[in-house]
């Protein structure tokens, strides 16, 4: 996508709820994410469908954050701050999962999941054999 054509869908989707960033459909900017990480963890988020991070550091609320909102339909994670993803993790519309450079991560999540509308699964530089070992 164009620069300019990805800013301008940044500053609508801002510009709907400036100070209500768990309105927004997307979220990317750390800041917000530190806020709605902030906000009830517990709380079901219907609104976001698509969630990126490319900061590090996450609050470590993130994992049952992200398993609250129902829609997401993209979510990018950079240091991924969970062994897993939690185990009410059930996002049905989810297309896009990504995770990158995860060090703490062991495995995606526990049993079967249903995601029929997954199409990619990134998980750029993490190696992980049976044994438990990183490579």
Same mark, same amino acid.
């Given at each position: 996508?164009?620069?300019?054509?990805?800013?301008?869908?940044?500053?609508?989707?801002?510009?709907?709820?400036?100070?209500?960033?768990?309105?927004?459909?997307?979220?990317?900017?750390?800041?917000?994410?530190?806020?709605?990480?902030?906000?009830?963890?517990?709380?079901?988020?219907?609104?976001?469908?698509?969630?990126?991070?490319?900061?590090?550091?996450?609050?470590?609320? =993130?994992?049952?954050?992200?398993?609250?909102? /129902?829609? !997401?339909?993209?979510?990018?994670? %950079? $240091?991924?701050?969970?062994?897993?993803?939690?185990?009410?993790?059930?996002?049905?519309?989810?297309?896009?999962?990504?995770?990158?450079?995860?060090?703490? =991560?062991?495995?995606?999540?526990?049993?079967? /999941?249903? !995601?029929?509308?997954?199409?990619? %699964? $990134?998980?750029?530089?993490?190696?992980?054999?049976?044994?438990?070992?990183?490579?």
């Amino acid at each position: 996508m164009h620069d300019l054509i990805q800013e301008m869908g940044h500053y609508i989707v801002r510009g709907e709820n400036p100070h209500d960033p768990e309105d927004h459909s997307r979220v990317w900017q750390r800041e917000d994410v530190v806020s709605i990480c902030a906000m009830d963890a517990t709380t079901v988020n219907d609104r976001i469908e698509a969630l990126s991070l490319i900061s590090n550091n996450h609050p470590h609320s =993130l994992p049952q954050v992200v398993a609250s909102m /129902k829609k !997401l339909r993209w979510f990018s994670c %950079l $240091d991924y701050p969970a062994t897993s993803l939690p185990r009410n993790f059930q996002p049905r519309k989810l297309c896009y999962l990504q995770l990158t450079l995860t060090l703490k =991560l062991r495995h995606l999540w526990e049993g079967y /999941k249903h !995601l029929p509308n997954l199409k990619v %699964l $990134d998980l750029e530089s993490i190696t992980i054999h049976a044994s438990g070992k990183r490579h």
